[in-house]
């Protein structure tokens, strides 16, 4: 069966720090993934998804990346974070375009 | 760009009461709706969706609506029970596009 991994869950950086979130699907291949970011109080805000490697799109323009090593791991990254960079970060994958999203346990970052 | 209105915000019910929530979305090729269900700190999981080809579906105490010519869709729990008690989001996506867009969520307090 497929599995969805997401580390770290909790984490609390500085303002000005570098971020780094990791997704692993497994029992899959070539999946959809995608980063949402859920602000307190709000929706699902659609930041990065990606249909394969080397093909990421992203949606928000801010100062956060995102890349795509390997087939199955999506990487969530920011040279510098911002105070409006806290939230908490849900990776997730489909099969294909309008099926089911499965999403990771998610990370609760706070930015201090 | 696409865009998926969700309403209302927060709705309380006494147990064994329905509830319904509602979704408007503004791209017109959209044609797969799921809705998900977010417990505190957990990760959202689909509790039902329909597809453009369906104007109804039903799962047990679960139902969804929707109407292609207004662009709405709808959830409806009825006989709610306290387990209901969630964050309810709606979404939409179009084939080809391979994103799921969600609404800003519905915190559902089911009164014992």
Known sequence: S????????????????????????EGTSNPNLYWYRQAAGRGLQLLFYSIGIDQISSEVPQNLSASRPQDRQFILSSKKLLLSDSGFYLCAWSVEA??????????????? | GENVEQHPSTLSVQEGDS????????????????????????RPQLIIDIRSNVGEKKDQ?????????????????TETQPE?????????STSGTYKY???TGTRLKVLA
């Open chain 1, 2 to 25: 497929q599995t969805i991994h997401q580390w770290p869950a909790t984490l609390v950086q500085p303002v000005g720090s570098p971020l780094s979130l990791e997704c692993t699907v």
């Open chain 2, 101 to 103: 867009i969600f609404g």
């Open chain 2, 19 to 42: 509830a319904v929530i509602k979704c408007t979305y503004s791209d017109s090729a959209s044609n797969y709706f799921p809705w998900y269900k977010q417990e505190l700190g957990k």
């Open chain 2, 61 to 77: 105490r679960i139902a969804v609506t929707l109407n292609k010519t207004a662009k709405h869709f709808s959830l409806h729990i």
């Open chain 2, 84 to 92: 209901d008690s969630a964050v309810y989001f709606c979404a939409a």
């Open chain 1, 98 to 112: 309008n099926t089911e999203a499965f999403f990771g346990q998610g990370t609760r970052l706070t930015v201090v």
